[in-house]
Nanobody, 125 residues
Framework: QVQVEESGGGMVEAGGSLRLSCTAS????????MAWFRQATGKEREFVAS????????QYADSVKGRFTISRNYAENTVELQMNSLKSEDTDAYYC??????????????????WGQGSQVTVSS
């Protein structure tokens, strides 16, 4: 059973930075495509960023390009999301998700089989 857990959320002022971390256990992490999604209460979960199993390919939502960076550490089985120049509209619960099959539909939440409980990010203006 694959388990995914996020950490690193919190509250920050607009223009500040936060770093989210995700650990995955119980599966072959090195072969999973990983992604971050975010969701506000009452809204659909939206794609933020993804990274291929090899780490060679990364994708970003237009709203975070140039501000967020996704990376992975194979030795520690972690995926991180560095968030800079945060805006109030980045306030959401952030979810780390794992796709064992490497779907080309990397921005669709249905492509991912496992996710964590979420980590809240709040940006004050």
């Amino acid at each position: 059973q694959v388990q995914v857990e996020e950490s690193g959320g919190g509250m920050v002022e607009a223009g500040g930075s936060l770093r989210l971390s995700c650990t995955a256990s119980g599966g072959t992490f090195s072969r999973y495509q990983m992604a971050w999604f975010r969701q506000a209460t009452g809204k659909e979960r939206e794609f933020v960023a993804s990274i291929s199993w090899s780490g060679a390919s990364t994708q970003y939502a237009d709203s975070v390009k140039g501000r967020f960076t996704i990376s992975r550490n194979y030795a520690e089985n972690t995926v991180e999301l560095q968030m800079n120049s945060l805006k109030s509209e980045d306030t959401d619960a952030y979810y780390c998700e794992a796709d064992p099959w490497g779907s080309s539909r990397y921005s669709e939440q249905a492509s991912y089989d496992y996710w964590g409980q979420g980590s809240q990010v709040t940006v004050s203006s």
